[in-house]
């Protein structure tokens, strides 16, 4: 292994993967070859992948991996790059106003407007947006999460971001960073991002777990939970995502589930629990219909 230490970033896809694990993550072996290829190619990763498939979850365990905050934008509609970026601290900005102004007042001097003017963009008036605050930090890790629900103007902003690792200010210039943030973008694929971002990008779909992860993650994330319950709730919940549910249940149900069949006391996965439980696996009413109707099949 070259480079590996416990501190720095990982030597290779294997020591990613033990670094991962350290943290809780429970990574499969192409998704530690593509976070640890990310990292090395400072380019950004793209997840894609249904709900509740571990996106969020690595970019917060990169960051625990890398010893660096996770700073993180919440993509939704209509989110612009003042959002994504910085905001005047306009109440601030006010009062420097009002200070100036009383002084000059006091000493009976004419206030200089041009100068007025380049105090109060002062980069102490910055309020940094998530996109702005990765760059100024290094090392960082920036998630930006469910860029599907932002606009095609909001990606275009974002490219243009991840190309440069810099931004200009018209007030105060440009700001770059001294080592690029790690990027992960997530995505539930409720519409395609635009290839010209993707190709920027390395990308990552991210499956449900196969049953001895999902098994494991369970052990992992509640380590209160038996094995023999966890191995039921995991293979419960894997017969429920071949049923073409509305909402097919993630491994973040998968944890709700067990951790609720915990609370109540079940130490195994039967008829009478899984029925008392399910709201914490399945969120649609027909979905809950459909599954209660053959819970003694699914729990075999
Ligand atoms: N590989 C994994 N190892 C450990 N925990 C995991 C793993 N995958 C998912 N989880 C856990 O499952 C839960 C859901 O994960 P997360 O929120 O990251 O999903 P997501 O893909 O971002 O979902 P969404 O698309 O709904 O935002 C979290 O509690 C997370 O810690
Ligand atoms: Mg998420």
């Known amino acids: 292994m070259t480079g590996s ?3 720095g970033r990982p030597g290779s896809p294997a020591e990613l993967a033990v670094r991962l694990r350290a943290t809780g993550y429970l990574p499969d072996d192409g998704l530690a070859t593509a976070a640890f290829l990310a990292l090395r190619m400072d380019r950004p990763l793209f997840c894609e992948g249904e ?6 979850a690595l970019a917060q365990a990169m960051a625990q991996v890398l010893d660096a905050p996770l700073i ?5 509609e209509g989110i612009d790059a003042s959002q994504a970026l910085y905001d005047w601290d306009f109440p601030r900005q006010l009062l420097h106003l009002r200070a100036l102004e009383a002084a000059a007042g006091a000493s009976a001097e004419k206030l200089d407007a041009d100068v007025v003017e380049a105090s109060l963009y002062d980069p102490r008036f910055l309020i940094a947006r ?5 760059l ?3 090392p960082s890790v920036l998630l930006v999460d469910e860029v599907d629900r932002a606009d095609d103007e909001f990606e275009a902003f974002l490219l243009e971001v991840l190309t440069e690792h810099a931004v200009s200010i018209p007030e105060v210039g440009e700001i770059r960073a001294k080592t690029p943030p790690l990027v992960v973008l997530t995505s539930n694929r409720t519409r395609d991002v635009h290839d010209a971002l993707k190709r920027r990008c390395l990308y990552l779909w991210l499956d449900h777990p196969d049953l001895t992860r999902e098994i494991a993650i369970l052990r992992s994330r509640l380590p209160g939970v038996p094995e023999r319950l966890a191995g039921q709730v995991a293979a419960a919940v894997r017969r429920m995502r071949e049923l073409e549910l509305l909402k097919p249940p993630g491994v973040a149900e998968s944890l709700d589930w067990a951790r609720a069949l ?3 006391g079940a130490d195994e996965l039967d008829v009478a629990s899984a029925a008392a439980s399910l709201g914490a696996v399945l969120k649609y009413r027909e979905d809950a219909d459909r599954v209660r109707a053959q819970l003694d099949t699914l729990l075999i």
């Not at 993180?72 to 939704?76: A, D, E, N, P, W």
């Open 5 to 7: 230490t416990t501190s």
């Open 51 to 56: 709900p509740g498939t571990g996106k969020t």
């Open 72 to 76: 993180r934008l919440q993509c939704h």
């Open 130 to 134: 998530p996109v702005l605050k990765a």
């Open 136 to 138: 100024q930090t290094s």
């Open 262 to 264: 915990q609370l109540l």
